[in-house]
DNA sequence: GCCAACGTTGGC
DNA sequence: GCCAACGTTGGC
């Protein structure tokens, strides 16, 4: 199993809308990298993600599951762009915000760091015992 | 609201 | 195939 991060502007898809979804979850739709994408289609059935607010926020606030592998994206005909599906596991006890993990050295080299504009990243396994631990949950 | 970083586009 | 111009993102 991998992990990764989803970014996302809490007013255009936040982790409230996330949770609406329940079980059925959605599609990470509007994804226009090609590196998001790549990463996407890297994805695989049980996979878990940080979902993490940019901009206002600036703060993982919840974990997420891969229910569906990368299909085409149903918003738009253009075949290049893919999605795959995510649905809400479980809130954060405690966000970790983006200020803490640039504080915390073991985590200087997280693509939220050195790559802020990528909207879906990899994190590494050590990474994400690391944000679980600050975020009060279990990895 | 500004600006740096980065990706994309289009002219040559 | 290069590079300037432009648009977008996201932190500050």
Known sequence: MRYWLFKSEPDTWG???QVAKGDAGEEWDGVRNYQARNF?????LGDRGFF???QKDKAIVGV???ITEAHPDSKTDDPRWECVD???VKPVKTPVTLAQIKDTPALSDMA????SRLSVQPVTEQEWTIVCQMAGIEP
């Not at 939220?112 to 790559?115: D, E, G, H, Q, T």
């Open 52 to 54: 993490y607010h940019s």
């Open 64 to 66: 997420v599951e891969v």
């Open 15 to 17: 982790w409230d809308d």
């Open 40 to 44: 996407m289609r890297e994805m695989t």
């Open 112 to 115: 939220l760091v050195r790559s």
């Open 86 to 88: 995510i649905k809400a």
